[in-house]
């Protein structure tokens, strides 16, 4: 059997992928060993046999006691020894680390350890740990001492409240520990903390690239796990902080969260100059409703399907005012609602589909446009798709046990997709033709300027360092918006009849990719390439042919239904 050309490349006899060194640090309790050797190979962890797959890949699950963990690896042929290699996993006692000789500070316990600003109303609590019945002070901020509780030793807290502050505090803070000796130790903190008895710190205007916020503070390794969108120009009032993300006022109830590089301090950058830098949209075929509201605002869109609706829900200010000026499809039915008391107004666009095919939201001046694709795709010879191969350049993505790249085998997948849309009359154009590494805004703005119909971004999943390889495997499919679910699960659908496992189907995956609202976007996790079983599919080219005819075989049927009668 013939697989991808990096596994023919000479090697050493036993190639260890995890760890990458011979001595390792490490809190896990279980750690990860992967790597290769020649398919004939036996090999061996501490004399227990591993199993050793076609492509050559091994993998298994150590166990790791307190201190040094020995492991070492044989690789036998024919019974004869060809290679031995020892490696090390050191799980060490994690001890606080110290500040001070005589009177200590523990600095992974300070909090808050991340940049606060707080106003008028609101508190936080700074804490720390450090020796036991000494007092504290923070000068400029608490110059009161105050000691540690009885009940928790050691454990120094104290309440801010902004409405104590008669001037305005900014800047790092520093903590000064003294003990009944006059014995101190002083801590200087990198967080910068911003309080002031004032409602409002500044207003700002957004900027950049699609800037986005959420309404809860919750975030992952993507950013916000639950965006929505602001158009760039809207004016925002800076209410707090917390690390990287302003907090803004939305109406008298709620607030927004946004990242802070989209934002930018008016009154104190007044030559700022604000010019639109997102790309537009290539529609070939839209319609547009207009709305004449006062300002742009912060707003919140998502869709449903069967039949096809997009709703836009625009949010904190007057739009007593607003009026419907412009509606170029008469098939389309407009629904709208003004709530005066939540300062809110929801515009509803039901079309005459079952799939909603892509569409924008822009505001020029005091103008809510909303473009939108009127005409559905009917068959394949009629689709444009766009092939997102994840990862490229120096960006490798995840690792397979065999040394394969997730970039290397995403290229191969995608090239394999494209031959097969191809062959069944699909036009399909590539984010990256070649081994270079695309920013997401890069992507959006090439789909942007393509104006394609269906997005698939190609991705091999892969497991944490402490988690079994040979217990998680599976196939995936992530989607953003609702109305991209019945995409998703077509293909996944289609990907299972391949043997995979299912691992499933994901809603409200925030890559910003895939979070586009102009074209149907799903995200294909093929399989986990830290699984040796899946990895022998994915590297396998008759196989990776195989994959990508199910997943012609899925936007196919995705079609089919999308065209069938709306309920």
Known sequence: MIYAGFLLAQKPVINLVFPDQDTTFTDYKNYRIAGNTNPDYT???????????????????????????????????????????????VKEEKKLKEYGDIVKIFPESVLPAE???????????????????CSAIIPGIIELPFSDSKKRPGYYSIKINANDFKTDYFGNYEIVLTDKYGNETRYNSSVKMNITSHKIFFKGKTKGFRPLFSYELQTDRLGLKEPNYISEGTELTVTGKKGKYYRFSISGKENGW????????????????????????????????????????PYITYQRIDPAVIV??????????????????????????????????????????????????EFSDSILSIIYKRKGIKLINDCTVILDAGHGGNNLGALGSSGALEKDVNYELVSKIKKSLVNHGAKVILLRDGDENLSNPEKIKKVFETGGDILLSIHCNSVALNVDPHRVRGTAVYYHHSSNRQLAEFIHKKMIELGFNSFGIFEGFNLSV???????AVLIETAFLSNPYDEVKLLNPVYQEKIADKITEGIIDFLKWSNSEIK
């Open 43 to 89: 090999i061996t962890v501490n004399d227990e046999n591993l199993r050793v797959y076609e492509t050559g890949a091994f993998a298994t699950l150590l166990k790791i006691k307190q201190g040094t963990n020995k492991f070492t690896i044989r690789a036998y042929y024919d019974g004869y020894l060809k290679a031995e290699k020892d490696i090390y996993l």
């Open 115 to 133: 940049d606060r600003w707080i106003s008028a109303g609101e508190s936080l609590t700074l804490s720390f740990s450090g020796t036991t019945g």
């Open 258 to 297: 946004i990242p802070e590089e989209y934002v930018t301090d008016f009154l104190a950058n007044p030559e700022f100059s604000f010019v639109s830098s997102e790309p537009k949209y290539k529609y070939e075929y839209a319609d547009t409703i207009k709305i004449k509201i006062n300002t742009p605002t």
């Open 312 to 361: 836009v829900k625009l949010v904190g200010y007057d739009f007593s005012g607003y009026e419907i000026i412009n509606k170029s499809d008469e098939k389309a039915d407009i629904s709208h609602f003004y709530n005066s008391k939540e300062k809110t107004l929801e515009v509803f666009l039901t079309l005459d589909e079952k799939q909603v095919w892509g569409y924008s939201v």
């Open 514 to 520: 895939n979070s586009v609202t102009e074209l149907p």
